[in-house]
């Protein structure tokens, strides 16, 4: 069953400490299945780890975690080839896609260059709840900072733009992403948009902002505009724990 309308929830988080794995599934990601609305079988969820090139481990541990939590997991890798004859097909198929960090820039020019751009589209309006992490966040706007280039946060301005805000994630964590997310705000080389610290998501419907989400005690979400005055202005959201 799709979910009633396109529905993306984009996060700093949804993955947690796991006593047997390298990590286990967060708050975040258990949300973003339940809003998929899935009766009466296995939710199906595939894994895209495109932004850390189809790490086999990575994939390895996903599958572990998905059958622990009842899930249908499937993945999607692109390397060396695609895995999956009708990419299409699958990902229309499937209840929730769930894109992993690492290189955004990465991501987005395999993505292009294997037609996923318009599938992904096409999945996120037919119902098909999209989620992820990081790089996952981002890609689904129209862009954010991004350590892709190297340790210097540089701009991303090419993301998929199913989004028309900016996204800005690890807000709390690693120093540099707010100041350069509001300068790039403050002099319009990106729009105003919605930033996450580690650990809170943001759940869109259609493109509209609905509700912040956080897995984790005080972590914030924050909306940043452009003040008349050409400066970033930050408001902090209210943002609901889930657990």
């Not at 949804?14 to 286990?24: E, K, M, N, T, V």
């Not at 894109?99 to 589209?121: C, F, K, N, T, Y």
């Not at 984790?216 to 979400?221: D, E, F, I, P, V």
Request: glycine share 12%; proline share 6%.
């Amino acid at each position: 069953m799709p979910a009633d309308a396109p529905t993306i929830l984009a996060t700093s988080g949804g993955i947690s400490a796991s006593d047997r794995l390298p990590w286990g599934i967060g708050a975040l990601t258990r949300h973003a299945v339940d809003l998929a609305g899935t009766t009466g079988r296995a939710p199906r969820v595939c894994l895209l780890a495109t932004a850390v090139g189809d790490d086999a481990g990575l994939i390895g541990t996903f599958y572990a975690n998905a059958v622990a939590e009842g899930w249908q997991p499937s993945h999607l890798a692109l390397f060396p080839m695609p895995n999956i004859d009708d990419v299409r097909e699958h990902l229309l198929t499937r209840d929730v896609v769930w894109v992993w960090g690492g290189s955004v820039a990465g991501l987005l020019a395999m993505w292009r260059l294997h037609g996923l751009d318009e599938i992904l589209r096409e999945a996120w309006q037919a119902g098909v709840v999209l989620t992820g992490v990081s790089a996952g966040s981002i890609c689904w706007h129209a862009g954010g900072t991004t350590d892709s280039f190297g340790p210097e946060l540089r701009p991303v301005t090419n993301g998929l733009g199913l989004l028309p805000h900016s996204n800005g994630v690890h807000y709390n964590s690693e120093k540099k992403r707010r100041p350069l997310f509001e300068r790039l705000i403050a002099d319009q080389t990106l729009p105003p948009g919605y930033a996450t610290d580690d650990g809170a998501g943001l759940l869109y419907r259609g493109t509209e902002l609905v509700e912040a989400l956080s897995e984790k005690h005080r972590a914030g979400a924050y909306r940043v505009d452009r003040g008349p005055d050409g400066s970033a202005v930050e408001t902090p959201l209210d943002v609901r724990r889930i657990s």
